[in-house]
């Protein structure tokens, strides 16, 4: 049976040209990064050379990127480093957040060390930035804004510029999670007015197990992760060499072929959208899908029937791959935070469809076919 991948979100399909990239890095170039001979220095020159492709393409400086093991790391680091070293005593972020960011402002909550709120969301789900201004203008204390750049599930986007500026304003520490965006937009880090920023390499077609956090210049953070000097000191431990080649080969095709991919994924969005809405009377779309949001994600709720309830099993069996939020939790069936955060409807079932360059609309049209008979 051949599957249909229409979980990109979640993760996307290795490139083979990023294989073709990491592999003598698994195979003959195998020193340690930290040896002072050469198989160990051409290792530490590989690093270098990908820290540079990696600010070059998201207009930072080399110096202001650190490779983890990916967002969710990248994104403990930023709330950690915020909390212990920059003095922030009160974190806002939004009910939608990922749960790397959602469950480690909660863990800090539970500490004597800060104190946190929810800004509040507008009826399609994006941030009301009014909240967050009238949130700042009333605390005494220096806060922490962390919010994503795009949901994962729903696919909003954030005026990340307007959102900087407020922080800005109230001298806030502002973080965004960009785990959705790297590699599929262009980002310009020297111009958006945040202090930290996130990626991670399976997201554009890269390897998993690999990251960014994007640390600006002007602030000075602690190390996470002591007991050896790799990372300028920021995270100890032998670097992932072959991973983070494989994460700056992954982004500098991302973003050479950026135009030309991002709108045929758009096209397929579209054309998806207008079957859904042909063939399957009642369907409703979440977020604000048709406006300021990801084009590689769809979020549908569909009626809840009995066999509806199933949807996303009787999906797997056709082998056809989709889910019902965020990967990253979909072992505990809770159902989705971000679809309660943002609707009160418990007759609907949300399905995320999410979309790359492989796919084509030969397998929207068998999707929709499926959920036809399903519905």
Known sequence: MNRIYLDNAATTPLDPAVLEAMMPYMTNHFGNPSSIYSYGRENRLAIETARKTVARILNAHPGEIFFTSGGTESDNMAISAAINDLGCRHIITSPIEHHAVLHTVEHWDKTDKITSSFVKLLPNGHVDLDDLDAQLASRKERCFV???????????????????EICKKYNAIFHSDTVQTVGHYKIDLRSKPVHFATGAGHKFHGPKGVGILYVNDNIKVKPVILGGGQERNMRAGTEN?????????????????LEKDSAYIQSLKTYMVNALE?????????????????????????PKTEKSEMLLFSLDMQGICVSGGSACSSGA???????????????????????????????IDLVVEKLKELI
């Not at 060499?241 to 072929?257: N, T």
């Not at 042909?278 to 569909?302: C, K, M, R, W």
């Not at 809770?334 to 796919?359: C, D, E, L, M, W």
Request: glycine share 8%; charged share 15%.
């Open 333 to 363: 069936d809770v159902g989705s935070h971000v679809i309660r955060a943002i609707s009160t409807n418990p007759n609907k079932v949300p399905v995320r469809f999410s979309f790359s360059k492989h796919n084509t609309t030969a397998e």
């Open 146 to 164: 962390t919010l994503m750049h795009a949901n994962n599930e729903i696919g909003n986007l954030l005026d990340i510029y307007a959102a900087g």
């Open 241 to 257: 060499v072959y991973g983070i080649v494989g994460f700056a080969k992954a982004l500098e095709l991302a973003d050479a072929m």
């Open 278 to 302: 042909q063939h399957i009377p009642a369907v409703e779309f979440n977020g604000d899908y048709a406006g300021e949001s990801l084009y590689t994600v769809l979020n549908v709720s569909f």
